[in-house]
């Protein structure tokens, strides 16, 4: 199970960090892919962020250098860093993992387990 928290409301510039939080009978995020993925309304989702089990980070072009994912291993949940936030940037997020692949694969339909989702509004 996956649990996403800490998305709201900010002002085009502003920060937020949001959480995606493992249950560690089913999910250690030490040692799988954990993407994170963003839906805007109309929009397609697309996986804008990952880490993989040894903690190698991507990241694509329209966040690098504003998100940056960090992971706490004790508390298995991994956060999401996102600074500079744009109104662009406003979407549903998740974060998703699944435990059968070596890295993070690019293709959405490669991750059998979601979090719910967390809303980012960003306002201009």
């Known amino acids: 199970q996956l649990v996403e928290s800490g998305g709201g409301s900010v002002q085009s510039g502003g920060s937020l960090r949001v959480s995606c939080a493992a249950s560690p009978s089913t999910h250690d995020i030490s040692t799988f892919c954990i993407a994170w993925f963003r839906q805007a309304p109309g929009m397609e989702r697309e996986q804008f962020a990952s880490?993989?089990?040894?903690?190698?980070?991507s990241y694509a072009e329209s966040v690098k250098d504003r998100f940056t994912i960090s992971r706490d291993n004790y508390k298995n949940t991994l956060y999401l860093q996102m600074n500079n936030l744009k109104p662009e940037d406003a979407a549903m997020y998740y974060c998703?993992?699944?435990?059968?692949?070596?890295?993070?694969?690019?293709?959405?339909?490669?991750?059998?387990?979601w979090g719910q989702g967390t809303q980012i509004t960003v306002s201009s």
């Open positions: 998703a993992t699944d435990n059968r692949w070596i890295g993070c694969p690019s293709d959405e339909r490669n991750f059998r387990y």
């Open positions: 880490i993989t089990e040894d903690g190698r980070t």
